[in-house]
C-alpha cells in the first residue's frame, strides 16, 4: 500500500469523513486515520457522533417518545393502549443497529470513492508526515501534501463525581443502560443533560438535574429557553439551579452532595451521568517538533479558513473554535478540501443552526434578543405561538413558538428561535432564509402550506410588523 497521500485526515468522525470524501471527489489521493473501536471491539467510522453522539441519542430519543406516545399522549386521541411492555434491551439493541447501518455505510462510501481507511492511532510530525500507531502497536509513518486534523472531543470529567463504569458514567455510559434506573442524577442540565434525561424521564425514571449556573441555557433566545424550561417542569425534570457539586459517594446507590443559596443538600440517584461539557481531543495528536500552535483553551488554533500555523495543515470539526456540532465540522471539512483542490471554500459562520432534539424541540439560527440588546443593534421582534395553528391542534401538540427577530431599520433577518414540535425540521426555513439575507417582509411574503408548522415560522414574520393574522398584534 502506498504511503504517500495528497491529503491524510486524522479522524473519521463527520468532520474528518465528509472532508475525505469531498477531497477524492476532487480528485485528491485520500486516506483517512481513524483509532475509534466500537464496544463489540470492532474499528468503526463516523467518529462520536455515529457510534456514541448524535445518531444513538436520537435513536434513544425518538424510541423513548414512541413509549411516551403510547402510554401518556395517544388517549388524547382517543386511542387506549393496555399491556404495553418495555424493552429495554430490545430497545438499545435497535439504537446499536442503527450505528452499526450507519457506520458501515461510511466504510461503503470510502471503497466507492476509493478513500484508505487506515485503522490506527494518527500523529502529525514534522513535514506533513503522520505517524500511525496501529491498534495492535506496529508504527508506520505515512507522508503527505495536506494534513487534516479532524481529532474531536471527548467529555470533561470533574473530580467531584469520578466515572465508575457502572453507576457514574459520562454520556457514553448514559445510552447503555440496561434497565430503566429508578432515579437519575444528572449533572449539567446542558444539551446532553436534557437529551439523555427526557429518554430516561420517559421511561420512567425520575430526573433530577444539577445545573451550576443560574440560568437554564444561556446560549439559547431566553423566552425561548423559559417557555422550554416550563414544559421541562410539566414533564417531571426536576432542574436544580446554582448547584455546585462536592462529591459523589457510590455504595448501593449514589449519594451526591452539592452546595446551592440554600447551603449544603444531597439526593440520592442510582445512576449518575456526567455532562458538563467537552474538551478537544489533542493529546498525542502531535510531536513536539511539528509545532502546532494551540489557542489558549487547548484547541488548535485555526483561522477563518481553518488553516493552522502550518502549512498544508488544517484543522476541523469539534477541535477548532466554534460549536461543537457535526454539521459545523462537516461544512469546514467540505470547505477545506476545496481550498486543498484550489477552489474557493467558504462556511458562514453566522447561519449554523443548533437543535436540541428534547420535547419540544428547541431550534435556532442567528443571534438572540439578549446578544442583539448587548451589541446595541437596533431590533424589532415577533412571535406566534404553535397552539394558534391548525396544525399543532389537529396534532395534539400545542407547547411552544416561534420568535423571528429582524433588524429595526433593514428588516433583515437577524435571529429565528423555535421551541416546538419539529422544531429540528422548521429551522430549516430560517437558515435558508437567513443564507439568501432575506427580510422579515419577505417571510411574510413567502407562501406556506396550510395547514403546517410552518405556518409559525410564516405567522411569526408577520408579527414583525405587527399583522400576524391569526393572532391580536
Ligand atoms: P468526532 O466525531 O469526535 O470524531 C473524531 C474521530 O477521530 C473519532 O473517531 C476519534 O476516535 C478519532 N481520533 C481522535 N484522535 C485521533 C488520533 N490521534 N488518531 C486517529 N483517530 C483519532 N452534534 C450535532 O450536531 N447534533 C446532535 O444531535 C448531536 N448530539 C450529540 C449527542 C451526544 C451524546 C454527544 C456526545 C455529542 C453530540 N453532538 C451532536 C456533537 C457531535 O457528536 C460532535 O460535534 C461531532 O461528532 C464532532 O465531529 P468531529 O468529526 O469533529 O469529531
Ligand atoms: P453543554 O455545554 O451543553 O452543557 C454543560 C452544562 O453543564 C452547562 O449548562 C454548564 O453550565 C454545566 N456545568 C459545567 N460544569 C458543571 C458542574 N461542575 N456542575 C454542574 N453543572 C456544570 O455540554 P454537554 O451537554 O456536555 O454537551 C457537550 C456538547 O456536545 C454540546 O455543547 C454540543 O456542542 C454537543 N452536543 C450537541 C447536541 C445537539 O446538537 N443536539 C447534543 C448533545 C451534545
Avoid at 514534522?126 to 495536506?146: D, I, L, P, S
Avoid at 448501593?252 to 456526567?274: A, M, P, R, W
Avoid at 487547548?298 to 493552522?308: A, M, P, S
Avoid at 443548533?354 to 448587548?374: C, D, Q
Wanted: aromatic fraction near 6%; charge should be negative.
Amino acid at each position: 500500500m502506498s504511503k504517500h497521500f495528497d491529503v491524510i485526515v486524522v479522524g473519521g468522525g463527520p468532520a474528518g469523513y465528509v472532508a475525505a470524501i469531498r477531497a477524492a471527489q476532487l480528485g485528491q489521493s485520500t486516506a483517512v486515520v481513524d483509532n475509534f473501536v466500537y464496544k463489540d471491539g470492532e474499528p468503526s467510522l463516523g467518529g462520536t457522533c455515529l457510534n456514541v453522539g448524535c445518531i444513538p441519542s436520537k435513536a434513544l430519543l425518538d424510541s423513548s417518545e414512541q413509549y411516551h406516545k403510547v402510554t401518556n399522549t395517544l388517549s388524547a386521541h382517543g386511542i387506549k393502549a393496555s399491556g404495553v411492555e418495555l424493552d429495554v434491551k430490545a430497545m438499545i439493541q435497535r439504537k446499536d443497529r442503527v450505528v452499526k447501518d450507519l457506520t458501515g455505510g461510511i466504510a461503503q462510501l470510502f471503497k466507492a470513492n476509493n478513500i484508505t481507511w487506515v485503522q490506527g492511532h494518527g500523529k502529525l510530525l514534522e513535514n506533513k508526515q503522520v505517524q500511525v500507531t496501529r491498534h495492535k502497536g506496529e508504527q508506520e509513518t505515512y507522508q503527505a501534501e495536506n494534513v487534516i486534523l479532524a481529532p474531536g472531543s471527548r467529555p470533561i470529567d470533574i473530580d467531584a463525581a469520578p466515572l465508575d463504569g457502572k453507576r457514574i458514567v459520562n454520556s457514553d455510559g448514559a445510552l447503555e443502560f440496561d434497565e430503566v434506573p429508578k432515579r437519575l442524577g444528572i449533572i449539567g442540565a446542558g444539551v446532553i443533560g436534557l437529551e439523555m434525561g427526557s429518554v430516561w424521564s420517559r421511561l420512567g425514571s425520575k430526573v433530577t438535574l444539577l445545573e451550576a449556573q443560574d440560568q437554564f441555557l444561556p446560549p439559547v433566545d431566553q423566552r425561548v429557553a423559559k417557555a422550554a424550561q416550563a414544559e421541562f417542569k410539566k414533564q417531571g425534570l426536576d432542574i436544580r439551579f446554582g448547584a455546585r457539586v462536592t462529591s459523589a459517594k457510590t455504595a448501593k446507590n449514589v449519594t451526591v452532595h452539592y452546595e446551592d443559596k440554600k447551603g449544603k443538600q444531597s439526593i440520592q440517584v442510582d445512576k449518575l451521568v456526567v455532562c458538563v461539557g467537552r474538551r478537544p481531543n489533542t493529546g498525542d495528536l502531535f510531536s513536539e517538533d511539528a509545532n502546532l500552535l494551540l489557542d489558549e483553551r487547548g484547541f488548535i488554533n485555526v483561522d477563518d479558513h481553518c488553516q493552522t500555523n502550518l502549512p498544508g495543515v488544517y484543522a476541523i470539526g469539534d477541535v477548532v473554535r466554534g460549536p461543537m456540532l457535526a454539521h459545523k465540522g462537516s461544512e469546514e471539512g467540505a470547505m477545506v478540501a476545496e481550498m486543498i483542490a484550489g477552489q474557493p471554500g467558504h462556511v458562514n459562520y453566522e447561519t449554523i443552526p443548533w437543535v436540541i432534539y428534547t420535547h419540544p424541540e428547541i431550534a435556532w439560527v442567528g443571534r438572540t434578543e439578549e446578544a442583539l440588546k448587548a451589541a446595541g443593534v437596533p431590533f424589532r421582534s415577533g412571535t406566534f405561538n404553535f397552539g394558534a395553528t391548525g396544525r399543532a391542534r389537529a396534532m395534539e401538540d400545542l407547547a411552544g413558538m416561534v420568535k423571528v427577530i429582524a433588524h429595526a431599520e433593514t428588516d433583515r433577518i437577524l435571529g429565528v428561535h423555535i421551541v416546538g414540535p419539529q422544531a429540528s425540521e422548521l429551522i430549516a426555513e430560517a437558515v435558508v432564509a437567513m443564507e439568501f439575507h432575506a427580510s422579515s417582509e419577505d417571510l411574510a411574503r413567502t407562501i406556506h402550506a396550510h395547514p403546517t408548522l410552518s405556518e409559525a415560522v410564516h405567522e411569526a414574520a408577520l408579527s414583525v410588523s405587527r399583522r400576524a393574522i391569526h393572532k391580536a398584534n
